[in-house]
């Protein structure tokens, strides 16, 4: 059986989406690595903490622990310039640092906590699965147009979001647009598509990106509350066609 072309336009442009994430991510930021540096006092107590003694520490570790000490007692280091040494995450690791006899609290954390276009990356890629589930849904209905058009969408959402991160401009509105898009494509699916197929692809589009991230960030409420939108989005479109189908 022949694979319907509207159908086939959403296929194409959705393995595009998907793949796009692989260039997106080869222009994300350098990481933004924190230092912060307070000398102890005598008699003050911090057995709990990792010891580094400064003598044993890499040059790039001690250059970067040197400067957080005459800038302001904190610096932030970029990219090849972030210590190996050291944890930079979104929580604050701490370490005491032991210079012949005075001993520091380096405290260290991750200072890029909109990473842009590793959200730009995920946006595109879950706008992927929508178009590419869509002309799965319709692979054998000729007469939809709709994927089409959703495929005609995700192209044109793909071009902005790709100039806005190789620019390095807009990024974050970029985003924010191209989620408002997504959500408008969810919708347009449910009213291109018949209704149990439909719903079919916002239970699927629920269900997958949550078993993707639980590994990484659990079963919690962050995740499992976004995996609401897709079948409620989808259902959306079931309605608005049932109706202006009735009036």
């Known amino acids: 059986m022949s694979v319907a072309r509207p159908a086939l336009v959403a296929l194409l442009v959705g393995l595009a989406l998907l793949v796009s994430p692989a260039v997106l991510l080869q222009f994300q930021e ?13 008699g003050e107590e911090r057995g709990d903490l990792p010891v580094r003694q400064y003598d044993d520490l890499s040059p790039t570790a001690k250059r970067a622990f040197d400067r957080a000490r005459t800038v302001d007692r904190s610096v932030t280091v970029t990219g ?12 604050q690791s701490r370490y005491v640092v032991v210079e012949d006899d005075t001993r520091y609290l380096l405290t260290t954390y991750d200072n890029d906590l909109l990473p842009e276009t590793q959200l730009a990356a995920v946006v595109v890629a879950f706008l992927g699965l929508v178009v590419l589930g869509t002309g799965v849904a319709a692979y054998d209905d000729h007469d939809a147009r709709g994927p089409a058009w959703l495929g005609a969408v995700g192209a044109a959402t793909l071009v902005v979001v790709t100039a806005a991160v190789v620019l390095r401009e807009r990024r974050l509105a970029v985003v924010g647009g191209a989620l408002a898009v997504t959500a408008a494509t969810l919708v347009g699916a449910g009213a291109a598509l018949r209704p149990r197929r439909a719903l079919l692809l916002g239970g699927g589009l629920a269900v997958l990106p949550a078993v993707v991230a639980a590994p990484f960030v659990g079963a919690s409420a962050a995740v499992l509350a976004p995996a609401v939108l897709p079948p409620l989005l989808v259902g959306a479109g079931v309605a608005g066609r049932r109706l202006v189908a009735r009036s």
């Open 30 to 42: 350098p990481a933004e690595c924190a230092n912060d540096v307070d000398r102890l006092e005598d």
């Open 80 to 91: 090849e310039r972030c210590p190996a040494a050291f944890e930079y995450g979104v929580d």
